[in-house]
């Protein structure tokens, strides 16, 4: 552009210099730029040559939106931070750009500082497939617990109080990820990789050790009913019982292991429900004949 042209700046640190950066307009001194060790200093202390216009500004091809932060930093040794992550990282650009190194650790921490405060303190996985199930309770360093809950498998009404039951199982399961996240990886099945309405899972070093069932099939004048039952005690019985398998490299002592086996591979329904069942369809088909 005509009546531009390279000049070296050089001056007393009380001379005041007018810079154009990327259209963003700054006025300061030459010794608040050469106040630290860094590219503004080099360009203004005599040691490089600066593009300046026909006017006097002295041009730097950069995105001007975060140099007045570093100039304010120059100036006072401190600035306010941006609150917002994607300005933090553009602040942190410019920074490394003019190799001000007094900024650029704080302006770091600021970012990790919101990376924590993004990351949740609790995750639970929701199941997608049962390949996905298996790869995470073969693979999880952790002791697992996973409630199924598929309240679309049902094909018999529910009793009354079964939907407040299933709401305080769900509920019980979000306290006990909170309370136990850091120790146990909890995991929820809501697409219905089993067939159970609401179901308790506990597996250690990658079986599974125990089963607490929520649903049984209660039987009324005509049909049958399902009844959703809320077995606060023993769902923490369990996982406490689930916590003995946390070290995966020495294992709990094997008789405590082996007294936590005892409800591993149980159902919901036990022989004489079954036997029940058979009995109540032989009555229903002899009733429609």
């Given at each position: 552009m005509s009546g531009e042209h390279k000049t070296v700046i050089q001056g007393t640190a009380s001379k005041y210099v007018k810079l154009n950066v990327g259209g963003s307009l700054h006025y300061t001194t030459i010794g608040t730029l050469t106040k630290h060790d860094n590219m503004l200093r080099a360009m203004f202390s005599g040691r490089m040559e600066v593009l300046t216009d026909s006017e006097g500004w002295i041009l730097i091809d950069r995105c001007g939106k975060h140099f007045g932060t570093i100039l304010n930093f120059l100036r006072d040794g401190s600035v306010s931070l941006p609150d917002s992550r994607r300005e933090l990282q553009e602040l942190?650009?410019?920074?490394?750009?003019?190799?001000?190194?007094?900024?650029?650790?704080?302006v770091e921490a600021a970012l990790q500082k919101?990376?924590?405060?993004?990351?949740?303190?609790?995750?639970?996985?929701?199941?997608?497939?049962?390949?996905?199930?298996?790869?995470?309770?073969?693979?999880?360093?952790?002791?697992?617990?996973?409630?199924?809950?598929?309240?679309?498998n049902n094909k018999y009404s529910y009793t009354s109080n079964s939907d407040d039951n299933l709401?305080?199982?769900?509920?019980?399961?979000?306290?006990?990820?909170?309370?136990?996240?850091?120790?146990?990886?909890?995991?929820?099945?809501?697409?219905g990789s089993t067939e159970e309405i609401c179901n308790w899972f506990y597996y250690g070093h990658g079986s599974?050790?125990?089963?607490?069932?929520?649903?049984?099939i209660v039987y009324g004048t005509d049909k049958k009913h399902t009844k959703v039952e809320?077995?606060?005690?023993?769902?923490?019985e369990e996982t406490l019982n689930v916590l003995l398998y946390e070290n995966r490299d020495n294992g709990p002592d094997a008789e405590l292991m082996k007294a936590t086996r005892g409800s591993s591979g149980k159902g919901c329904?036990?022989?004489?429900?079954?036997?029940?069942?058979?009995?109540?369809?032989?009555?229903?088909?002899?009733?429609?004949k």
């Amino acid at each position: 552009m005509s009546g531009e042209h390279k000049t070296v700046i050089q001056g007393t640190a009380s001379k005041y210099v007018k810079l154009n950066v990327g259209g963003s307009l700054h006025y300061t001194t030459i010794g608040t730029l050469t106040k630290h060790d860094n590219m503004l200093r080099a360009m203004f202390s005599g040691r490089m040559e600066v593009l300046t216009d026909s006017e006097g500004w002295i041009l730097i091809d950069r995105c001007g939106k975060h140099f007045g932060t570093i100039l304010n930093f120059l100036r006072d040794g401190s600035v306010s931070l941006p609150d917002s992550r994607r300005e933090l990282q553009e602040l942190l650009v410019e920074a490394k750009y003019y190799l001000a190194q007094t900024i650029i650790p704080l302006v770091e921490a600021a970012l990790q500082k919101k990376k924590e405060d993004l990351d949740p303190v609790c995750r639970v996985p929701l199941i997608t497939s049962r390949k996905e199930e298996q790869l995470l309770i073969s693979s999880s360093i952790k002791p697992v617990v996973k409630l199924s809950c598929n309240r679309h498998n049902n094909k018999y009404s529910y009793t009354s109080n079964s939907d407040d039951n299933l709401l305080r199982n769900l509920e019980l399961f979000d306290k006990l990820s909170l309370r136990f996240n850091g120790r146990v990886l909890f995991l929820k099945d809501v697409i219905g990789s089993t067939e159970e309405i609401c179901n308790w899972f506990y597996y250690g070093h990658g079986s599974k050790i125990a089963e607490v069932c929520c649903t049984s099939i209660v039987y009324g004048t005509d049909k049958k009913h399902t009844k959703v039952e809320f077995p606060e005690a023993r769902i923490y019985e369990e996982t406490l019982n689930v916590l003995l398998y946390e070290n995966r490299d020495n294992g709990p002592d094997a008789e405590l292991m082996k007294a936590t086996r005892g409800s591993s591979g149980k159902g919901c329904q036990s022989d004489e429900e079954d036997e029940r069942e058979r009995r109540y369809e032989h009555g229903d088909r002899l009733r429609r004949k």
